[in-house]
């Protein structure tokens, strides 16, 4: 019974960290741009949701779509700013400088965030944040249930909005030959730019979910190591695979947690990676190949 | 290759000068500071031959240097003199990069990158659990201890980095692994043996940075026994070879020396928000001066030249 109640944490977890990797899939996994920064903007969105929760005594989860349009305006800056000038980039050196740039933005980001919020571990508790339900003896919290939902819309929400609207195939087209979609009359640029900032407010949604656990400055780089994971498990450029793919890391990590301990649970979800890296580089949950 | 007495008269008096640096300098802060100055040409350099002129950006520096360190620790305090436990860790770390490297380099583009990130997480991982707490010196090498050997062992390793990156550069390898650089397809249609290539670039990059390790084992009285696998130890020869000039010989020496000197001054004189203003410093070179410091003459002589034609052209249509 003790292992159903370890999965069921798993579950909850997975959709986390597929909201959070979801718009890395998008970034990087369809735009060609490496960012490590993604999992400050998380952090950003859960200090969001946690300031409007502290100062104006707003619910987590009605805080998102304020929270969602921050952070789209802070993504258009970014992108104009810094990543606007690598479209026209070989995909190799694309995702070197990319890299570079976020690396830097994340030394920025995680400073400034201690300046402003302290380095102190902050977390909104809610009255709903202990309730849980009964689940055929299994304790199920509320906002764990929650989660799972918002997950399935997100990214499923996301995956058809990419396929079937024309803005979305835009991208696609644009991510596969640059100069041939500006051909096709795609304005390039708006269409770049509204993506990244799309990618970035989806964010917002993870951070809020966040700040109900846990939060504080240097909690970026763990959040995009895992959506990392997540996004190469799922298949570089698979949206759909990335609800997935969550879910088998938590379920894995929590299990693994089960019989190897906590402290190692980082290690098996990296051991993982790199046997996905090696024998099956294009992903599990893609179809195609990768790149 | 044949030695030019003109060309290395220079390095030589730079070699004797810092040779006799100890000499001038007064006080235990300002050696300090050149050691971490020379550690840091070490690691960036060995970062660069396989990052800048092969084109693997490698984000798993701590695993090597951590190892490096970690081995020759434990070696050394357990009783084996310093020079053999050095050479064990930077054995070990060579190991490392032979076991990780072969499959790892079969990795392309954003690939090797997650993959090499992946494995410096895995270690710093498995050293924070497996070595909780702190490594002490043992009372006798304390009573012993002095920089000066210390220094000199920096200086050792990073002028036998420099000099082997450059000799390796300037042989048929180097070319070989700048043509994989430039182009990988192209590299293997016309003959060049890439596996081959990249595995040596990583092994002798992964041996210097062991050898850094240990010398880092070797200066610290005390500390934390993951210390040495933090993944800043990734970042930075990253950041400092592209501040300098990836793919050149003096970008990574410009570049420690620019990095130790902004650090210093940054954290002197701007506290708690230094690394803000590094990271800002470091996202304006990398949009703006592609190829480094050592690109700059070259990009503000391409500006003159651009400006002097079109006002000649302006005075042309007049």
Redesign the interface.
């Known amino acids: 019974m003790e292992i159903g109640q370890f999965i069921i944490y798993g579950i909850i977890n997975g959709s986390i960290y597929a909201l959070v990797a979801v718009g890395l899939a998008l970034i990087m996994g369809i735009m060609g741009i490496f960012y490590l920064a993604h999992g400050c903007m998380a952090m950003i969105g859960a200090y969001i949701s946690f300031w409007l929760f502290q100062d104006a005594g707003l619910d987590p989860f009605l805080s998102i779509p304020l929270s969602m349009g921050i952070l789209f305006i802070i993504g258009l800056a970014m992108y104009k700013g810094l990543f606007s000038s690598m479209k026209a980039f070989s995909p190799g050196q694309k995702i070197r400088n990319s890299m570079l740039v976020s690396f830097g933005l994340v030394l920025i980001i995680e400073n400034m965030a201690v300046l402003i919020w302290t380095a102190n571990e902050r977390r909104v508790s809610t009255d709903y944040s202990g309730l849980t339900f009964d689940l055929a003896g299994l304790r199920v919290p509320y906002i764990g249930v929650v989660t799972v939902i918002l997950a399935i819309l997100v990214v499923f929400g996301l995956h058809y909005f990419l396929k079937k609207t024309f803005f979305g195939r835009s991208i696609w087209a644009i991510s596969q030959d640059y100069q041939c979609a500006r051909l096709m009359g795609i304005n390039v640029d708006r269409t770049m730019l509204i993506a990244f900032g799309i990618g970035m407010s989806l964010t917002a949604i993870a951070g809020a979910i966040i700040s109900q656990y846990s939060v504080s400055p240097s909690i970026g780089l763990d959040w995009v190591n895992k959506s990392l994971i997540i996004v190469v498990l799922a298949g570089v450029g698979s949206i759909g695979g990335v609800f997935y793919a969550g879910l088998l890391l938590g379920v894995l990590e929590s299990v693994s947690a089960y019989f190897v301990g906590v402290h190692y649970t980082g290690v098996v979800s990296l051991v993982i990676l790199l046997l996905i890296l090696v024998f099956r580089p294009q992903g599990i949950f893609a179809k195609g190949a990768g790149i | 290759m044949p030695l030019k007495l003109k060309k290395t008269i220079a390095p030589g008096l730079v070699t004797a000068f810092l040779f006799c640096l100890p000499l001038f300098l007064s006080g235990d802060y300002y050696l300090t500071m050149v050691c971490s100055l020379f550690l840091y040409v070490t690691i960036s350099q060995s970062w660069n031959l396989l990052g800048g002129y092969t ?1 693997q ?1 490698n984000v798993g520096q701590s695993a090597f240097f951590g190892t490096g360190a970690l081995v020759a620790r434990l070696l050394w305090t357990g009783g084996l003199p310093f020079i053999p436990a050095l050479l064990c860790g930077a054995f070990s770390s060579v190991l490392l990069s032979l076991v990780i490297g072969i ?2 380099l ?2 392309r ?3 090797f ?3 090499t ?3 410096a ?2 270690a710093f ?2 050293a924070e ?1 497996l070595f909780p707490g702190v490594t002490f010196l043992p009372g006798k090498y304390v009573a012993t201890y002095s920089l000066l050997p210390r220094y000199y062992l920096y200086l050792v390793i990073m002028l036998s980095t420099i000099l082997v990156v450059f000799l390796v550069v300037h042989s048929r390898m180097g070319l070989a692994m700048e043509a994989i650089r430039e182009d990988e397809e192209a590299a293997q249609a016309s003959g060049v043996n890439m596996t081959k290539y990249k595995v040596i670039a990583f092994v002798i990059s992964s041996f210097f940075v062991g050898l850094a390790g240990g010398a880092f084992a070797y200066f610290h009285v005390s500390y934390y026994w993951y210390l040495p696998f933090i ?1 800043m130890w990734c ?1 930075e020869p ?2 400092i070879t ?1 501040i300098g000039g990836a793919g050149t010989l003096w970008g990574p020496i410009i570049g420690s020396f620019c990095y130790v000197a902004l650090k210093e001054v940054f954290a002197l004189t701007l506290g ?2 230094n ?2 203003i ?3 410093v ?2 304006f070179i ?2 703006f001066f ?1 190829k480094g410091i050592i690109g700059v003459p070259e990009k503000l002589q391409e500006h003159l030249s651009k400006k002097a034609k079109s006002r000649q052209s302006a005075r042309q249509k007049v």
Do not use: K
């Open positions: 084109g950006i499959p790892a079969r990795l583009g954003h690939y990158a997650i993959g990130l992946a494995v997480w895995i991982l498995l659990n993944l970042f990253i950041l592209f708690e928000v690394v803000l590094f990271g800002a470091f996202i990398i949009l592609p």
